[in-house]
């Protein structure tokens, strides 16, 4: 009976400890939370930066909204992507709508041998912001190896979203073509409204999900065990490929 004492009073420390970790946890996200997206300061981007922002993959979606988010804050902005007509259109909507000088890069991210044209296009330009945004995804979820055209697929995925990455914004799903969600959410907001809500973590957080839901999935994730992770992140994507696969099948 009397070693079941010492065993209690472990399991007591434990407790509290476990306990203490959680509300140190939490306090600390709400904190974060509350610094970044509940108070009011000055926007981290604009032209004392530097007089021009680059922004990949501008023609859009979320390129696009941080396309004329920066210029709404008084950047000019070079507009790099692969179609010279859609950066012609954007580019002129964006001079017209915010007074902004713009200039455009037309390549494509999916081949190696055009970053000499980006360096010479770019030479001598006071550049403060950078967007990364160019990126593909697969048509749908798959396995792996059942990928269709899977060598070429492969390729441009590497060169689009590895070669030419250096992000630190990693947001969750947004209502944007490249995701195929048409109607924006709670959880998945408009490119519009995440890029606004992104931008206040500018000077804030060197990596961040830009958005305060995302923050929040982000860190309800971050506590659960991977195996529930993972199994989790499986069946949506099983789900989302069904889904596919059979309207695949009806058309």
């Known amino acids: 009976m009397e070693s079941a004492f010492p065993a209690a009073g472990f399991l007591y420390w434990v407790g509290a400890g476990t306990v203490a970790y959680v509300a140190l946890r939490i306090s600390y996200l709400l904190f974060t939370a509350l610094r970044v997206w509940g108070l009011s300061h000055e926007a981290g981007v604009g032209p004392r930066l530097g007089e021009w922002a680059v922004v990949t993959g501008g023609t859009d979606g979320i390129g696009?909204?941080?396309?004329?988010?920066?210029?709404?804050h008084g950047m000019k902005v070079v507009l790099i992507s692969r179609s010279q007509d859609k950066l012609n259109?954007?580019?002129?909507?964006?001079?017209?709508?915010?007074?902004?000088?713009?200039?455009?890069?037309?390549?494509?991210?999916?081949?190696?041998?055009?970053?000499?044209?980006?360096?010479?296009?770019?030479?001598?330009?006071?550049?403060?912001?950078?967007?990364?945004?160019?990126?593909?995804?697969?048509?749908?979820?798959?396995?792996?190896?059942?990928?269709p055209d899977l060598d070429n697929t492969i390729k441009k995925l590497i060169n689009i979203n590895v070669l030419s990455v250096c992000k630190s914004v990693r947001p969750y799903y947004v209502a944007t073509k490249l995701s195929k969600i048409r109607k924006p959410t709670l959880d998945k907001p408009s490119a519009e409204t995440y890029v606004k809500s992104a931008m206040r973590t500018v000077g804030l957080q060197s990596r961040t999900t830009g958005y305060p839901v995302h923050f929040l999935m982000e860190s309800i994730l971050s506590v659960m065990p991977t195996w529930l992770y993972f199994k989790m992140t499986m069946n949506f994507g099983k789900s989302t490929r069904a889904r596919y696969m059979k309207k695949a099948k009806k058309n």
Request: no cysteine; hydrophobic share 40%; glycine share 4%.
């Open 89 to 147: 259109q954007v580019s002129s909507e964006i001079r017209e709508k915010f007074k902004v000088e713009t200039r455009t890069i037309a390549v494509d991210f999916a081949s190696e041998d055009i970053y000499d044209k980006i360096k010479t296009s770019l030479a001598g330009l006071k550049i403060g912001v950078l967007v990364n945004n160019v990126g593909i995804s697969y048509e749908y979820p798959e396995y792996f190896l059942d990928v």
């Open 64 to 72: 696009k909204s941080y396309a004329e988010e920066l210029a709404k």
